[in-house]
């Protein structure tokens, strides 16, 4: 079954500390799709990356960045130097696009990132 | 561009009542979703459309009506609300298929049934 697991609930970092947040990922299929989505205290989710199955290169945006490792069904994101506006909630999500039934898209229950200035 | 928008913000409603969460976005986009967000359990999609006049149904349906008249609206409606619809509502859009593309969520409606 399609599962993700984001095991740390909670983290806190002082700025500028770097923090790896952990999503691992269940499936059958051989072709799925990894995105991650932040949600600041505002409340409004925005996309931070996809990735898909056939793309296992490692992937870095400014401070942030990304380690995709089938071998260990993990899509893990790094903040580097972490700054007050990063506290948010990450939530790491996968998709199945061939299963026809409706539960293409699973999102983890989320990590809740505090950055203490 | 507006994005995706939500009407209203927050709403408290008692047992029994119905009501209409309103979405628009007016980026073209042919699929559109609803979701439930609950402390500790992720997103959970309630119902989707891949286009105008088509809807489905997600993971959890039940008490919850949509439809889809135009490409820009996707309404949700509460049949008869209960306690346990307590949630914050997300209505998000996409180009193509969630499964493959980047979602646009709207700002979330935050709904309390006593």
């Known amino acids: 079954a399609q599962k993700v697991t984001q095991a740390q609930t909670e983290i806190s970092v002082v700025e500028k500390e770097d923090v790896t947040l952990d999503c691992v990922y269940e499936t059958r299929d051989t072709t799925y799709y990894l995105f991650w989505y932040k949600q600041p205290p505002s409340g409004e989710l925005v996309f931070l990356i996809r990735r898909n199955s056939f793309d296992e290169q490692n992937e870095i945006s400014g401070r942030y960045s990304w380690n995709f490792q089938k071998s260990t069904s993990s899509f893990n994101f790094t903040i580097t130097a972490s700054q007050v506006v990063d506290s948010a909630v990450y939530f790491c999500?996968?998709?199945?696009?061939?299963?026809?039934?409706?539960?293409?898209?699973?999102f983890g229950p989320g990590t809740s990132l505090s950055v203490i200035p | 561009n507006a994005g995706v928008t939500q009407t209203p913000k927050f709403q408290v409603l008692k047992t029994g009542q119905s009501m209409t969460l309103q979405c628009a976005q007016d980026m073209n986009h042919e699929y559109m979703s609803w979701y439930r967000q609950d402390p500790g359990m992720g997103l959970r999609l309630i119902h989707y459309?891949?286009?105008?006049?088509?809807?489905d149904q997600g993971e959890v349906p039940n008490g919850y009506n949509v439809s889809r008249s135009t490409t820009e609206d996707f309404p949700l409606r509460l049949l008869s609300a209960a306690p346990s619809q307590t949630s914050v509502y997300f209505c998000a859009s996409s180009y193509g298929l969630a499964d493959y593309n980047e979602q646009f969520f709207g700002p979330g409606t935050r709904l309390t049934v006593l």
């Open positions: 459309s891949v286009g105008a006049g088509i809807t």
């Open positions: 999500a996968l998709s199945e696009p061939v299963k026809t039934s409706y539960d293409k898209v699973i």
